[in-house]
């Protein structure tokens, strides 16, 4: 654009000066020069004024040549327009031009007097106001308007009248004038008469209306892309007085009033942006917050609202706001977030520097609230409010910006607050995103470890899954020795035999348990004694032994020592057991003898002798047994099993016919015996091995404590059994030849089976037994009674001995005893048979005749024919058909026979046969 005239350049700044005393500076005159329409230009600079003077001499000798006419006006105007042109050029080149301006404003006046122009009045304004004749000037411009307001120049003419008018201080007819400026189409002087009009409002006091012209300069400015160092300038100083009047006519309130339509909406922004600014350079904080809290309600949704949100932030910072900030930080994050509606909605118009003001808040959102729940004088309900809440920040941290290397501490001490706060789940989450996931940090390895305590918990099958993980992703971390072991326990435990011994190989091969095992306890022993358990598991026994031994060699001051010779031995008393069921009894004797060495007077001990005792007994290897099991009992006196001790020893004393000691074995049992009934039985026992040791004494004794004991009082009494031990015993002490005894357990037997209301056979046997014994007696008797002269008085003598000796042979019979029935029958025959005999063969009187003699014999045949009739009688009795026939049967079919051999001693006669 064409220069200004240098009175423009004087006057504008003069009158702005006079504007606002609370301006720092008045709009200056370079603003003009890019939108104001100029004045004619001067002619080229290359053109001199001698030229132009040249020029204007030439049109002078045209005008005297010219007679008046319209040319001669021309003539004239020419010759007044080149007059002020040499003006311009010597003002331009910083010469004197008075006298030249003075020719030219007489010469324009003379042209428009004779013929007036809109263009003569504009260059005759021009001329006065570089003159400094001001109000000529002004005058001329109103003609100008008033005349010809159509003219190129009446929109200049206006807009000057204006400034004369503004500088004058005639402010209202200047807003006026500036007013009519502004409504012309297409002119250029529509911009800065906006400009001049809100001043004008200004020194009116009108600061609404003033506020409303500025903004819309400065609208304007911002719409217009030609950006020159005029209108920059002007866009300045409209911004700080914009800013200024704002102040005083509502501030934030009326900015949003005056911007309501107005869609740009940067520009909106950078005049809320202004107008905080003056607040803030003026110390009014809270006026500069305000100014952001309006815009951020009024345009929630622009690119630069998180900007502003930040600057509001940092204001009340400034003012001392802290918990005003705090919550500002928070709707911050929660209106900013990736996953909030303003993301969403602006796409991607959002701010670049949005995700630094983010990350930035969150962070001190998190640490602020972190350092509360730390605080040394809080309550303890306060503390969980604050790591809540600092849990949540850091959270939210973690899930706006995983991608961030600062990701993995906020993960990692949200996970650590939830933890504290009971939020267990969200922590594990945490703690296995920051181990796992979030790529390596110095917080991987805690939070894995972290996840894995809480994973842990919840069952074996965790606690395996997830160390293992630690353990192979973190295998350096000097907390995986601990985990591998207390995993190689769980699979011990669970007897997955082979995974346990993987990992304890594992482990001794790892760099911090490689050292040499020392008095110490460490992991490394717990690893080898849980390996050699492990072998045990699998059944490898002799590794076991091994690793046992080691063990024990290594560390003999350990307070292990005690367990692992335990479970040395459990490994030797299997491989015992092992070879014992290969049937290599001898070496498995030894293991078995070492057992006993190595953890000497223990259960196990007692097992391993006991299993060895087993082990002989049932190779009957049973002279080696008595000594191993009287060891069992000396060493372990009180031990369950000490009644199979005894029974195992009675068998081992049996078979190497050490009868005495069976029996002393088996009384000892009968005397312990839980019941009666089996202390009797036992009893009745140790007198058999008694009587086999042919210790008669004590056989007796056994047997007569038996006896004397177990009757019916007692529990589980046996009925028959009484009676045998009283048949014992009179057997016993008739082999001792004490009669007296014998024939007290004699009555005893027979009033024991008087008693039975249903003896059996065997008690009737017994019975019948005691009654022969009783029988022979009275045979032997009757056997010792010879038949002497006198016949009758012996006879008699013998036949008392023979009611006797039948009265005990029927008592026999009476018994129902099988087995002396045929013999007790057979005996009362013979004692017939044997009186007839008696009688026949006695002694003859000495004073018979033979007459006498023969009738004496006679008679006593007749005497002794009843006889041997009851004899053949009973004798028959033995043999009838369907009877017992036993070998008395013989007996008695021989004595018929005898008696009468027709009948009896028939021979049969078999005739043979032959056909033909």
């Known amino acids: 654009m064409k220069p200004v005239l240098k009175v423009v350049q004087v006057l504008l700044p003069f009158c702005l000066l006079t504007a606002c005393s609370v301006v720092s500076q008045p709009p200056p005159a370079q603003l003009l020069t890019d939108m104001v329409e100029p004045w004619p230009a001067p002619p080229p600079a290359s053109l001199a004024p001698a030229s132009v003077s040249q020029v204007a001499d030439a049109w002078d000798q045209v005008l005297a040549l010219s007679p008046p006419s319209e040319v001669r006006l021309a003539v004239e105007a020419r010759l007044a327009t080149l007059a002020l042109q040499v003006a311009e050029q010597k003002m331009a080149q910083g010469q004197l031009a008075g006298a030249s301006l003075e020719t030219a404003i007489a010469q324009l006046q003379k042209a428009v007097s004779v013929q007036p ?24 411009l109103e003609v100008l308007r008033a005349r010809w307001p159509d003219s190129p120049w009446t929109p200049e003419a206006i807009f000057r009248i204006a400034e004369h008018r503004f500088s004058a201080g005639d402010y209202e007819d200047a807003l006026a004038a500036y007013t009519e400026a502004m409504s012309g189409e297409g002119s250029s002087y529509r911009l800065i008469a906006r400009y001049m009009a809100g001043w004008s409002h200004f020194k009116l006091a009108d600061y609404a209306s003033a506020a409303a012209a500025f903004v819309a300069v400065l609208e304007q400015l911002s719409a217009d892309d030609h950006v020159t160092e005029g209108n920059a300038a002007l866009r300045t100083d409209t911004r700080r007085i914009t800013s200024i009047v704002l102040s005083r006519a509502g501030g934030p309130v009326t900015l949003h009033q005056l911007l309501g339509n107005t869609p740009d909406a940067e520009f909106i922004a950078s005049v809320y942006q202004d107008l905080a600014a003056f607040y803030q350079d003026k110390a009014r904080m809270n006026d500069a917050a305000e100014t952001y809290q309006v815009y951020l ?5 622009t690119p630069q609202t998180p900007v502003m949100h930040e600057a509001l932030i940092s204001t009340l910072g400034v003012a001392g706001y802290t918990e005003e900030v705090i919550e500002e930080k928070k709707q911050f994050v929660l209106r900013y977030s990736r996953y909030a509606a303003y993301q969403q909605q602006v796409g991607a118009a959002v701010p670049a520097v949005l995700d630094d003001l983010l990350e930035k808040h969150l962070r001190q959102l998190a640490n602020h609230y972190d350092t509360l729940s730390t605080g040394g004088e809080v309550s303890a309900e306060l503390q969980a409010v604050n790591q809540a809440e600092a849990a949540d920040w850091y959270l939210t941290y973690v899930r706006e910006f995983p991608e961030l290397p600062s990701a993995a501490f906020h993960g990692f001490r949200a996970a650590e607050l939830l933890e504290q706060t009971g939020r267990l789940q969200q922590a594990r989450v945490l703690y296995e995103w920051v181990g796992y996931e979030a790529g390596e940090s110095e917080f991987a390895a805690d939070a894995a470890y972290s996840y894995f305590l809480l994973s842990a918990a919840a069952s074996d099958e965790t606690y395996t899954t997830q160390g293992l993980r630690f353990a192979n992703r973190f295998d350096e971390d000097e907390r995986t020795s601990g985990i591998l072991l207390n995993i190689s326990r769980r699979l011990f435990a669970a007897e997955a035999f ?27 022993r717990r690893v080898m004694a849980l390996l050699a358990q492990t072998r045990y598991g699998q059944r490898n026994f002799p590794a076991a032994e091994e690793l046992f031994r080691h063990l024990l060699a290594a560390s003999p001051d350990s307070a292990g020592q005690k367990d692992w010779r335990h479970k040395l031995a459990i490994s030797v008393y299997q491989q015992a057991r092992s070879l014992q069921a290969a ?17 000497p007077g223990s259960e196990l001990a007692a097992t391993a002798i006991y299993d060895l005792a087993g082990m002989l007994f049932s190779q009957q290897l049973y002279p080696l047994l008595p000594e191993v099991l009287i060891r069992f009992r000396t060493d372990w006196p009180s ?7 005894t029974h195992m020893l009675i068998t081992a004393f049996v078979e190497t016919g050490q009868w005495l000691s069976a029996g002393k074995e088996t009384e000892a049992l009968a005397r312990n015996a839980p019941t009666d009934a089996a202390s009797g039985l036992l009893w009745l026992k140790a007198a058999d091995y008694y009587e086999k040791g042919a210790d008669l004494q004590q056989t007796i004794l056994a047997v007569r404590h038996y006896a004397n004991h177990y009757d019916e009082g007692k ?25 007296y005894r014998a024939s007290f357990w004699r009555r005893k037997l027979l009033a024991t089976v008087s008693a039975l209301t249903s003896p059996d056979d065997r008690a009737r046997f017994l019975a019948g037994e005691v009654y022969y014994w009783y029988a022979e007696q009275a045979r032997a008797e009757f056997g010792k009674v010879a038949l002497v002269q006198p016949l009758g008085k012996s006879l008699k003598i013998r036949k008392q001995a023979l009611d006797t000796t039948l009265a005990a042979y029927q008592k026999v019979i009476g018994t129902g005893s099988l087995q002396r029935y045929n013999e007790a029958r057979y005996r009362i025959a013979q004692l017939y048979v044997s009186l007839a005999e008696d009688l026949l063969n006695s002694e003859r009187p000495p004073e018979l005749d033979a007459a006498a003699l023969d009738e004496y014999n006679l008679l006593l045949e007749e005497q002794i024919w009843p006889f041997e009739q009851l004899a053949t009688e009973m004798l028959e009795e033995i043999v009838t058909p369907g009877g017992h026939w036993d070998d008395w049967t013989a007996s008695a079919l021989t004595a018929l026979a005898g008696l009468y051999p027709a009948r009896y001693a028939k021979t049969e006669t078999y005739l043979e046969v032959v056909g033909e």
């Open 297 to 301: 309600r009024h345009h929630p949704l």
């Open 117 to 140: 122009s809109a263009m003569l009045l504009y260059q005759l304004a021009k001329a006065c106001e570089a003159a400094g004749r001001l109000d000529e000037a002004a005058s001329t």
């Open 583 to 599: 049937d290599n009894h001898s070496e498995a004797q030894a293991r078995y003898e070492e057992v006993a060495a190595t953890v």
């Open 715 to 739: 529990a589980g009494f046996d009925k028959h059994l009484l009676p045998e031990a009283q048949f014992r015993l009179i057997s016993l002490y008739s082999r001792q030849q004490d009669d």
């Open 639 to 645: 031990h369950p099993l000490q009644k199979e001790i």
């Open 498 to 524: 082979d995974e346990t011994a993987e990992l304890c190989q594992r482990l001794l091969d790892r760099a911090d348990l490689t050292t040499p095992l020392s008095a110490d306890e460490g992991n490394r």
